[in-house]
């Protein structure tokens, strides 16, 4: 059956579902945060061009006893500072061109709506209890944390002081998914990613699971527990749920995504998207999301950032100072995205100078000097088809494998530097040039549209100065030249 609205591929309709954590509003979005949500792009804007169906989700999380705290010392209700921070962070995302479908705030009327919904559903199944929580909790991790995770007294997550707490809450019984959990793991070889740092969470499913608190009747600043109104859900469990409010469930329609193709997340979350979430929607009854990746971390100057140590970086200064696409180009051709790297602007300004100016600003540029005067008939053989491998690069980005599909991509541009200087093409003229000058820019064509997940606004510069339609991945293969060339100049600049 064929249907109009939707995309079909040999009958089958593909969507692409994906997710970056909701941000927590009392932290200020920085380089990580930036990375998160640029890959998440760079992957949305890469299935957009193979034709899905992408829902492209972020948003900001904002209940929890750490905003109540930092709204009373700003002399502000928690609802005036989350409204004011949340709108920093959907300004930011459209500053950096994200291309996000739909921005969630955990204090919309329907996403409250769908937590009391999911918990009730999970309270039928008999997977809430009541009981008393004795234990330490870390406020800025928002984390309750056992007595054997303590180091030194302070939290294991940040090396923070933690607070003592002691009060009657209510408990999800996710010791019951031990085995299921382990089961859901074997069986779906895909769920937890990178494979190389999914172990470390199925010993620790392995050695067992505690029952976990998702209540506090001790802080306000939160939804309302169905079961008893003087709690407030455990922010956590509130944000989890985002995935799917933001697609309308429990409509029915929440099915045209559900579940989630993946979800990116930063590594000190992992814990909740690969344990806590799928314990939760097994308890319901619900599909488990197809893909954790949890991704590495990025150090400042080799040295971890914080507050204070003063070298918390502003994406947004960087992205001023530098292009969107330089930063862009930089978090995928620096790192595989399971890895740990480290940002520098010195690292930065020689990947500007070396593969941006040296590689493809060059190669457009010389290719266009030669194609602006020349009178004659672009066409010929089509000896550098053969070396775009877009089967490859495809294999590399259903494998989240950014890292290599970049490199492959940019084999093809030193490539075809390689092809102007072996062939002298500044000697050529007439049909030896004209067969040159149709590899050359053909090939070019068909690395605009390659890069385009990447670097959007460098794709555009390229297409533009080529004169060609807006293109998708079918159209990377060797055509009838059809350009128009409208030379500009130089794509990136040196810096000093
Ligand atoms: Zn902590």
């Known amino acids: 059956m064929y249907c109009k609205r939707f995309y079909f591929k040999f009958g089958v309709f593909i969507k692409y579902y994906i997710t970056t954590p909701i941000f927590y509003v009392t932290n200020k979005p920085h380089i990580g945060t930036a990375y998160t949500v640029i890959i998440a792009d760079i992957l949305s804007r890469w299935h957009r061009l193979l034709g899905d169906d992408v829902f492209f989700l972020t948003g900001t999380d904002e209940h929890g006893e750490k905003v109540d705290e930092a ?159 003087d709690h407030t859900v455990y922010v956590w469990f509130d944000a989890l749920i985002n995935y799917l409010s933001a697609i309308d469930w429990p409509n029915q329609n929440y099915k045209k995504y559900w579940p989630a193709d993946l979800h990116l997340v930063g590594k000190e979350i992992n814990w909740f998207h690969s344990v806590i979430w799928p314990a939760m929607l097994l308890s319901v009854g619900l599909d488990i999301p197809k893909t954790i990746f949890s991704h590495g971390w990025w150090t400042v100057d080799g040295k971890k950032m914080s507050k204070s140590l003063g070298n918390v970086v502003d994406p947004l200064e960087i992205t001023k100072k530098y292009g969107n696409d330089a930063l862009r180009y930089f ?97 050529l003229s007439g049909d030896e040039l004209g067969s040159v000058l149709y590899n050359l820019l053909e090939s070019l064509r068909v690395i605009s549209i390659l890069i385009s997940p990447f670097m959007p606004e460098t794709s555009e510069k390229i297409r533009k100065q080529l004169g060609n339609k807006i293109e998708n991945l079918s159209d990377c293969k060797f055509k009838v030249y059809s350009g128009k060339i409208k030379k500009e100049g130089h794509l990136f600049e040196k810096i000093k």
């Open 71 to 229: 709204a009373k010392k700003n002399n502000q209700t928690p609802q005036e500072l989350v409204d004011k921070i949340s709108k920093n962070f959907e300004e930011l995302w459209k500053s950096l061109e994200i291309t996000n479908n739909k921005f969630i705030r955990t204090t919309d009327k329907k996403h409250v709506d769908t937590v009391i919904k999911f918990l009730m559903e999970i309270y039928k199944k008999g997977d809430i209890y009541k009981g008393n929580y004795e234990g330490w909790y870390c406020v800025p991790d928002e984390t309750f944390i056992t007595e054997l995770q303590l180091v030194d007294g302070k939290c294991p997550f940040c090396g923070r002081d933690v607070k003592k707490i002691i009060e009657q809450s209510y408990f999800f019984r996710l010791s019951k998914y031990q085995n299921k959990l382990l089961e859901l793991y074997e069986q779906n070889p895909k769920f937890l990613m990178p494979k190389n740092k999914s172990q470390e969470i199925i010993n620790r499913v392995k050695s067992g699971l505690n029952d976990i608190s998702i209540s506090r009747s001790t802080v306000k600043w939160g939804i309302e527990l169905p079961m008893e109104k």
């Open 331 to 427: 978090f995928v051709r620096e790192v595989p995205l399971g890895d740990d790297a480290d940002f520098s602007e010195k690292a930065l300004i020689s990947r500007i100078n070396g593969e941006l100016v040296n590689d493809l600003g060059n190669l457009v540029y010389r290719t266009l000097s030669l194609a602006e005067k020349f009178t004659g008939e672009v066409k010929g053989n089509k000896e550098l088809e053969e070396k775009i491998n877009l089967e490859k690069i495809k294999e590399y980005m259903t494998d989240f494998n950014t890292f290599e599909a970049i490199e492959e991509i940019w084999s093809i541009v030193r490539n075809t530097n390689k092809y102007i200087n072996e062939k002298e093409a500044w000697k």
